[in-house]
């Protein structure tokens, strides 16, 4: 029975490795360097500009505000493949002036949320994926963590090294984000998440590991902004 059960955790990690190789960059790798960046606002071109641009991704368009995409070449209407945005939680504002200091505020001192659109490719967002990619590399058993979320951590040697998945248990479609384990990768100070919107749209967003029990109001805030830049 204990080979049985060994060979069979086995196949479903190799089954799980299989379907990550699958899965396309969109949907499961967008995120993953920026994760491991240390200084996210630092390629960042801000501006106050609060015109609307028209973006059209994945055949969808968007009506985004200049002052919160982060690249100034994305700043011109047409056809992207993605699209980086910022705006401050738990306000939703883009850059002003008046909130600079806030926006190039960094560690626990940041309450930036970043976010990549891009085309969604059919692949599972992250919540989907919590069964079918990251379960067969889970290592120990869950840990309570804030805000009614478990903690687990994540084998090593998978590709997630000195992360951990925080994520609502006994749910059907739970939140689910990646998060650096302090004790693991000090440095790290952002949490990974991403969903499916519209239509066609994957967005991946990121938020500072110090925001993890507001996890609520961040979702709800992503959401009400992409529904908004939809209209």
């Known amino acids: 029975m204990e080979a049985a059960h060994s060979e069979s955790g086995f196949s479903k990690a190799k089954l799980a490795l299989t379907i990550m190789g699958a899965l396309t960059l969109s949907a499961l790798m967008v995120g993953l360097g920026s994760l491991w960046l240390g200084d996210e606002i630092a390629n960042t071109t801000h501006t106050d500009a609060k015109r609307h641009v028209e973006i059209i991704i994945g055949g969808e368009t968007l009506f985004i505000p ?9 700043r011109r209407p047409g056809r992207r ?4 945005l910022y705006f401050l939680w738990p306000s939703g504002l883009g ?6 200091q806030q926006f190039n505020a960094g560690g626990s001192d940041s309450n930036l ?14 919540s989907g ?3 079918l990619v990251y379960k ?3 290592e120990g058993v869950p840990h309570a963590g804030p805000a009614g979320l478990s903690v687990q951590r994540l084998r090593k040697g998978a590709g997630f090294d000195g992360e951990a998945l925080f994520f609502q248990p006994n749910r059907t479609m739970p939140f ?12 790290l100070k952002y949490c990974l998440r991403d969903i499916h919107a519209g239509q066609n749209l994957h967005v991946s967003y990121r938020f500072p590991i110090h925001l993890i029990a507001e996890w609520k109001s ?4 992503v959401r009400n902004k992409v529904a908004d830049w939809r209209r």
């Open 95 to 100: 850059f002003s002036k008046t909130l600079e």
């Open 136 to 138: 067969p590399f889970f």
């Open 113 to 126: 949320i970043f976010i990549v659109v891009t085309k969604r490719q059919g692949d599972p967002d992250m």
């Open 218 to 221: 961040i979702e709800e805030l």
């Open 66 to 74: 200049v002052n919160e995409i982060r690249f100034k070449p994305q």
């Open 129 to 131: 994926r919590l069964d």
């Open 81 to 84: 493949d993605r699209a980086d």
């Open 176 to 187: 689910v984000a990646r998060c650096p384990i302090h004790d693991a990768l000090p440095d």
